[in-house]
């Protein structure tokens, strides 16, 4: 089987090494892909921008699968364009379809689905432009802080968290007074603020059964201790130790459960991950958000964890039998440490030399913002690495990927090194 994989990132590199493994694969191709990526298969060059220039290439190349990493082209409708085309109907694509991206493409249309479907979320209110004092009146109404989302999609910096009322409507104009963010802020949802412990939980769906994969944490914060600026994540640990099996069995019953089959009753098709960033509020489960695709690091502690032939796991989606199929899960720890640019997620400079990668012994090191000249492999995004080992407990995989990163280098590199340690003593 040959197979188109989507994306450039720390993702698309751990979907490329567990795709790359599978006794069904013929060729693997990747586009953009990276330099780590580049070693599994081959990156396309020049890069597909349209979903003309992905379907003509997936046409030529005899493609039976396309594997969707990130979450725009599933939000802007890959999969529609490919099952209405007699041409490329085909072809299988592993995500939703544009209707069922919307659950990450609008945070609107994901509240509401929830609330269709009584499925625990924090309590909300979307304003527009035309009623941004109603939205001054929920504020009021609200005890501290205010969390504000963008609507639609905003590469992860469409949500602020504020503790002034004053300061929140301030933010909440400027979001969509003085499009702050774009188009995604063309709506704003204004959502109560849960005090809870976060963990994300990872489904696998064809559109009528699932299967839950196995449980991550991620850390969003910069700093050490969970603090200063949100990025696109420092880290990653699974499994998670407070997400046990009572926990699960609510996530399942109250969560899952009614998402798989709210999608059916609204006759949206959905063949691929589902993403569930939870709220832990003693011991009880609440929605946090939906993503239409694996999380970024999340995917590089969950993927390597999972012993299953990956195209024979994704099959089972195309082909709508996920139900005889049973996930195998390899019951070590997973830990992941992001390797940054230094000044990130603000600007930074980039073009820097990296060595040591090929000092993974005992870890895997995915690529996620480099890039390659004609001898060297140089860092090109915020997120650089992100270095991944298993270990017995969390402890043993933590040291085991802190000892790969000594050995990596390059100017201004940053990581934090506090990744798992406050759920050791759990």
């Known amino acids: 089987m040959n197979v188109l994989l989507l994306g450039s990132g720390g993702r698309e590199h751990a979907f490329a ?19 780590g990526t580049d070693t599994l298969g081959e990156n396309v ?43 490329t109907a085909h072809i299988a694509v592993i995500g939703p379809s544009k209707e069922g991206a919307e659950l990450e493409g609008s945070k609107d249309f994901a509240k509401q689905f929830m609330q269709r479907h009584d499925i625990p979320t924090a309590g909300y209110k979307t304003i527009r432009r035309d009623n941004l004092y109603a939205g001054f009146q929920y504020i009021d109404s609200m005890k501290p802080p205010y969390v504000l989302k963008a609507d639609g999609l905003a590469a992860g910096k469409g949500v602020l968290i504020l503790d002034d009322a004053d300061d929140a409507k301030r933010e909440l104009a400027s979001m969509l007074g003085d499009a702050k963010f774009g188009e995604a802020g063309n709506k704003v949802v204004i ?11 990872f489904v696998l ?41 009572a926990f699960m069995s609510k996530v399942e019953r109250q969560i899952i459960v009614p998402t798989v ?63 005889h199929t049973e996930i195998d899960t390899d019951p070590r720890t997973a830990v992941t440490v992001v390797v940054a640019s230094g000044g990130y997620p603000e600007a930074y400079p980039s073009g820097f030399s990296i060595q040591g990668l090929e000092n993974e012994d005992d870890s895997l090191i995915f690529h996620a913002g480099t890039k390659k000249d004609s001898t060297r492999v140089l860092t090109s995004g915020g997120r650089v690495l992100a270095v991944t080992s298993l270990g017995k407990n969390i402890q043993e995989a933590r040291e085991k990927s802190y000892k790969t990163i000594s050995g990596i280098k390059f100017d201004g590199m940053y990581y934090r090194s506090d990744i798992g340690l406050d759920l050791i003593n759990l």
Request: hydrophobic letters at 35%.
């Open 191 to 201: 959502e109560q603020f849960m005090r809870g412990i976060e963990c994300s939980v």
């Open 45 to 87: 060059k020049p890069t597909l921008k349209t979903f003309r220039e992905i379907k003509d290439f997936c046409l030529e190349k005899e493609v039976e699968m396309v594997v969707v990493g990130p979450e725009a082209p599933l939000v802007n409708g890959i999969f529609n364009e490919f099952i209405t085309d007699p041409e």
């Open 17 to 35: 090494l567990s795709i790359s493994k599978s006794s069904k694969l013929g060729k693997l191709y990747i586009n953009p892909g990276n330099p």
């Open 261 to 323: 089959e709210g999608l059916k009753k609204e006759n949206i098709i959905y063949k691929g991950f589902i993403y569930v960033g939870l709220m832990n509020i003693g011991g009880e489960p609440f929605v946090v958000e939906y993503n239409c695709r694996m999380g970024d690091p999340e995917t590089e502690v969950v993927l390597p964890r999972i012993k299953n032939d990956m195209l024979d796991l994704l099959s089972a989606v195309a082909e709508e039998r996920l139900a």
């Open 205 to 245: 769906t064809d559109g009528h059964s699932y299967k839950i994969l196995p449980n991550a944490k991620d850390y969003k914060r910069i700093g050490e201790g969970d603090t200063g600026l949100n990025t696109g994540g420092m880290g990653a640990v699974s499994p998670v130790p407070f997400v046990d099996d």
